[in-house]
Each structure stands twice: as C-alpha cells, then as structure tokens.
C-alpha cells in the first residue's frame, strides 16, 4: 500500500517543498493527466506528498522549475519532471517493483505506440470537451463512444489491455473511462460492448484506482 499524503496548495509550496526530504507531486485535481501519475504512484506503492494544485492558479515560482507552468510537476529532491508520460517512466524505473512496462522492447515499444495513440485518438476530444471549446459537444461525444464501442471486443482478449498484467497504458485509458459519464458518453449496454464494461469495473476496483482518486474526480462518476 503506497503512503500518498495529499494536502490543498498552500501559499508558496515550492518553498515547503524544497525542504521536504519526500518525492512531491503537483497534481491538479480534475486532470486525467493528474490522475494517471497517481495511479502509478499508488500502484507502486510510493511514499509521495501530493499538492492539489489549481491549474487556473499555479504557484508563482513553478515556472522557475517547469518553465511551461504544466501540471502534473513532480520534484524529487533536486530532479524536476514534467510531462504525465516522462514522469510515470520515472516512477517505473525508480521504483521497479511491480513493473508496468515490459521487460522486452518489443513489447514496450508497443505499449508506448498504444499510449500514443490514447492521446491522439482519445485525450485530445477529452481535452476539447473538458476546456468547453466543442462547438458541437455531440460530435465529440459520439466519437469517443464510437471508438470505445469499435474496440470494445478487444478488452476480453487478456484481462488488461492487450496485457496480462496491468500496465502504463491502463494507468492512461483508466482516467478517460472514469470521465466518461462527466462528458456525457454514453457506452450502450450491448454484447459487443460488455468486455470494456467489465474491464472498467476491473480497472475501477483496484485499491491503486480508487486510492489515486481525489474527491473532486469520485464526484465525476455515477456509482451504478
């Protein structure tokens, strides 16, 4: 069980930070970027102190460490990352016990090629509905279904996606499925599309799921 103490922003924590000894992470509370490296961390089972972090109020002095003012911002010691996939590669590599990449290129060149195409296909539609820039918020939405229905058989092949074991792509799709009824998504109850049904119910029951949650993300999902 990893040991994530979360607190709110606090006047000027990259000061408190920079004498806390801990791994800290900016998190922003809402983002699915966010939520991907707190999955990980409490995967792994990392000691971590998250900082909520307001992404329309950033810290002053952040830029003075992450010079495009992003969040996720995770500071260990005197290392700063930036960037949701940079940072879940660290926390993999620093902390290797359970791995969530496989250990043959093969294989983790194709996990990085499914991250990828998670945000091109996926992650970019969540991000134009979530910053309210969809001058036709169904066109949006019935893409996202459509291309969780299109692939839907696939979650039954392995009990992870195209994986045995739970891996960093999980840790990305799970965030956008938990979203999926905040944006208004709705994935038919179907024969085709019941293995990604019980894949995210797979995926939601995990301790390391339901611990990366903040209260602000339980409230986006309708408990069914």
């Known amino acids: 069980m990893s040991t994530i103490n979360t607190s709110t922003q606090e006047n000027d924590p990259l000061d408190s930070m920079a004498r806390r000894s801990s791994m800290t992470l900016l998190s922003d509370p809402v983002s699915h970027y966010s939520h991907r490296v707190r999955i990980v961390l409490a995967e792994k089972g990392v000691t971590c102190n998250v900082v909520d972090t307001d992404s329309k109020s950033l810290p002053k002095d952040l830029v003075e460490v992450n010079p495009y003012g992003t969040l996720p911002t995770l500071l260990d010691r005197d290392l ?4 949701s996939k940079v940072i879940m590669e660290y926390l993999d590599e620093r902390f290797p016990h359970p791995p969530l990449l496989p250990v043959y290129p093969v294989a983790r060149g194709e996990s990085r090629l499914y991250i990828y195409r998670i945000e091109r296909d996926w992650c970019t539609l969540v991000d134009t509905l979530e910053g309210g820039r969809a001058k036709n918020v169904d066109k949006y939405t019935k893409e996202l279904a459509d291309g969780f229905t299109g692939i839907a058989p696939i979650f039954g092949e392995k009990p992870f996606f195209m994986s045995d074991e739970f891996t960093l792509v999980d840790c990305c799709l799970g965030p956008i499925l938990w979203r999926l009824d905040h944006l208004g998504v709705k994935l038919p109850n179907t024969k085709q599309v019941k293995p990604l049904l019980e894949y995210m119910k797979r995926l939601f029951d995990m301790p390391s799921f339901q611990e990366s949650l903040t ?6 999902r309708v408990v069914k």
């Not at 209260?215 to 986006?220: K, M, V, Y």
């Open 80 to 83: 700063v990352l930036y960037e």
């Open 215 to 220: 209260d602000q993300e339980r409230e986006l």
